[in-house]
Every structure is written in structure tokens, then in C-alpha cells.
């Protein structure tokens, strides 16, 4: 999978992401193509752009990912691409790992997405009393997954089967 470099307005880079979140970004008017490949091109029905080597962001972004991007259920699900931790189904809810009545709490490293049937089948029990082990371990959220919070990204799960990469 190749990757594109995402910059700030300010022109310092921020993150990559793969290429059909940088086309995404293009096609919403979030960034423009700074850079392109010479000889690829992504093509769909109504879509025929060089594919983006290097793109820049309209606005600018401030990424608090230096230290610690502030926790949230939007930024869970994000991070792990709306993939449930149970069952690998689209999650629509996050799971606290060790539930808020057991002093569980709201950070990144204690909340996982899920799908709202092993929400409530795990209920108030930790995965090891649940049976239900945890298909990967939650964990601080990458630079990308900073930056596309900080632009609003909610919809990025979103990302069109149409788009393909073809030689121009
Ligand atoms: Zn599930």
C-alpha cells in the first residue's frame, strides 16, 4: 500500500495516510495535491485525479498528538477504524476493558470499540471474566489517527470501493 504524506497548511508534515484517504481529503475539499505520482492516476466513476504523492491541508490543524490526544468515543472508534474488538464487525459502540463499575476508566488504553451485541453481552464483566478476548490491545492513537480527529474525520471509515489505481 503506498502512502501519501499529509502536511499542515504551514507546509510541515503532519502524518501519511494511504492513498484513498488522501483522495478522500482531496475530494472534500479538505487538502490539495501538492505532489503527485508521475505515471498513477485514481480513477472511478466520476473521479479521474493524479494520485497524490504529497497533499496539504486547507486549514490548518493543531494535532495535539506530541503527548497526549485528549480521549474520546469518536477518537475509540477512529482508532480502531470502527472494527469491533470482540468479533471484528463494524462497532458502533466502545467497551470499557474493565467496566466504569469496576473503576475502569475513560482513556485510550481502557476503551475499545464494539459492536453494540458484545457490548451488552460483556456487560459489566472484564473480557477474561466475559470470555471474550480482546482480538488487539488498545492503544495510544497514531499520529494519522490525531490528525484525522483534529479535521473532523468522522465519516473516514467511509472510504469509497470505488476509487482504483491505475498506470495514466
Ligand atoms: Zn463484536
Not at 505520482?37 to 493524479?50: N, Q, T, W, Y
Request: positive net charge; hydrophobic residues 40%; contains cysteine.
Amino acid at each position: 500500500m503506498r502512502d501519501t504524506l499529509v502536511l499542515n497548511a504551514s507546509f510541515e508534515p503532519l502524518s501519511t495516510v494511504t492513498l484513498n484517504r488522501a483522495v478522500v481529503l482531496v475530494l472534500q475539499d479538505k487538502a490539495v495535491v501538492e505532489q503527485a505520482h508521475p505515471e498513477l492516476r485514481m480513477r472511478g466513476a466520476a473521479v479521474d485525479i493524479p494520485a497524490p504523492r504529497v497533499i496539504r491541508l486547507c486549514h490548518y490543524v493543531r494535532v495535539p498528538f506530541r503527548r497526549q490526544a485528549p480521549w474520546s468515543r469518536r477518537g475509540v472508534l477512529v482508532r480502531d477504524r470502527h472494527r469491533c474488538a470482540y468479533c471484528g464487525r463494524r462497532a458502533t459502540t466502545v467497551d470499557h476493558v474493565v467496566p466504569r463499575s469496576r473503576g475502569g476508566q475513560d482513556t485510550w488504553l481502557n476503551t475499545v470499540a464494539s459492536c453494540a451485541e458484545d457490548n451488552h453481552r460483556k456487560a459489566n464483566r472484564t473480557p477474561e471474566q466475559a470470555g471474550m478476548p480482546l482480538l488487539r490491545r488498545p492503544f495510544e492513537p497514531t499520529p494519522a489517527d490525531a490528525m484525522l480527529l483534529a479535521l473532523g474525520a468522522a465519516e473516514f471509515e467511509a472510504l469509497p470501493e470505488w476509487l482504483a489505481l491505475d498506470a495514466a
